[in-house]
């Protein structure tokens, strides 16, 4: 596979506000789908509080459910992106119910006994105004590559605040070269590790 190659992605914010507020976690996940973009690689974004997610680890909660619409585009995908705020130094209450719904995928295989996600690549980018953000990675990484993903090299981009600071993310008149620049090495190694799946699935069991 060579750069030339088209990926998709999507990108999953899970800001606790719908899209008619703005949001810092949806702000910096349209960040990282740029800086994929430069890697060819499309993508879009899906602010999870606009659907309704029931509660629950199946693939689908029946009647109502919308998280099978936003499957369905996670499966056309080759790079999931999860945006998340820090909320009392954890992720938002929205990434868990990602997470848990993600859970239903474990019994999910294809024909060569690879889970579903086994070919796809995962990262993640958090933002708030209080410490977390690298807890908070590990136990989305954790998760999401027990569900099947892969984790790139450096796959992650936070921002947070001063201790004890009031500052949204939203809010800075300019992104931070050092977040700019770790977004950026997240979406090359991301790009170049999907690419690699495509070209070499790993083995069926």
């Not at 992605?9 to 606790?16: D, E, F, P, Q, T």
């Not at 949001?23 to 800086?35: G, H, P």
């Not at 770790?182 to 069926?204: D, F, M, V």
Request: hydrophobic content about 40%.
């Amino acid at each position: 596979m060579t750069e030339a190659t088209p990926l998709r992605a999507l990108a999953l914010a899970c800001s606790l506000k719908p899209s008619s507020s703005p949001s810092s976690s949806d702000l910096i996940a349209r960040q990282v789908l740029e800086q994929l973009g430069t890697h060819g690689v499309t993508g879009e974004v899906v602010r999870v509080a606009d659907h309704d997610v029931k509660p629950g680890v199946e693939v689908d909660m029946g009647e109502g459910d919308e998280w099978p619409a936003i499957r369905e585009k996670m499966m056309a995908a080759d790079i999931l992106v999860v945006s998340t705020p820090t909320w009392v130094g954890h992720m938002s209450s929205i990434a868990q119910r990602v997470l848990e719904r993600l859970d239903g995928e474990l019994s999910e295989t294809d024909d060569s006994g690879r889970p579903l996600l086994a070919g796809k690549v995962a990262v993640v980018s958090v933002v708030g105004n209080e410490d977390g953000a690298h807890k908070i990675v590990a136990d989305l990484f954790q998760g999401l590559n027990d569900i099947g993903f892969t984790i790139p090299s450096q796959g992650s981009t936070y921002w947070n605040d001063q201790a004890m600071g009031g500052t949204d993310y939203m809010d800075l008149d300019e992104t931070p070269e050092a977040v700019a620049s770790t977004t950026s090495t997240l979406a090359e190694n991301a790009a170049h590790l999907a690419r690699a799946l495509k070209a070499a699935p790993y083995p069926g069991s």
